[in-house]
């Protein structure tokens, strides 16, 4: 059964938010604005590929389709022509990414340097910002691959 971004947003997995895993003096700034900063399209566009379980460009529907792609269903991304330098850091527990998803993602890019798992078990996708222990857990990573670019 297909599911339409409404319905999805519902059934948010709060239990997946480790409370303890995040500064709790920043709760109010981080639900006050949630989801501010998202466009409708932007929503759209991800239960699409949740859906079609596939990384294409937004579905218009087929007679608007053919007009701006030319064809009836909209295009995959061509993710071998990412060229620059990728450091990918994912973690076990990210329902907007998981483990399957990541993975086949970074098998289609040429150029990943590096490709890491956060080494905490209940890491998901708001504590990249979020976190208490993102300097330990994403940060180190980053400045790391940084410090070595020529």
């Not at 519902?10 to 006050?32: A, K, N, V």
């Not at 596939?54 to 995959?76: H, I």
Request: hydrophobic residues 40%; glycine residues 4%.
């Amino acid at each position: 059964m297909r599911l339409n971004w409404i319905q999805s947003l519902s059934s948010f997995p709060f239990d997946c938010l480790l409370l303890e895993s995040i500064f709790q003096s920043i709760l109010p700034l981080m639900l006050g604005g949630t989801p501010g900063s998202l466009a409708i399209k932007m929503l759209s566009q991800w239960y699409q590929w949740i859906n079609c379980g596939k990384f294409s460009y937004y579905d218009y529907g087929r007679a608007r389709n053919l007009r701006v792609y030319r064809q009836e269903v909209p295009p995959t991304y061509d993710l071998s022509k990412v060229y620059a330098r990728v450091v990918n850091i994912w973690g076990e527990n990210d329902w907007l990414s998981p483990p399957e998803d990541v993975q086949r993602t970074v098998s289609e890019m040429p150029n990943v340097v590096r490709n890491i798992r956060v080494d905490h078990p209940a890491f998901n996708h708001l504590d990249f910002i979020y976190g208490k222990d993102s300097d330990k857990y994403v940060y180190t990573h980053i400045l790391s691959a940084l410090q070595q670019l020529p």
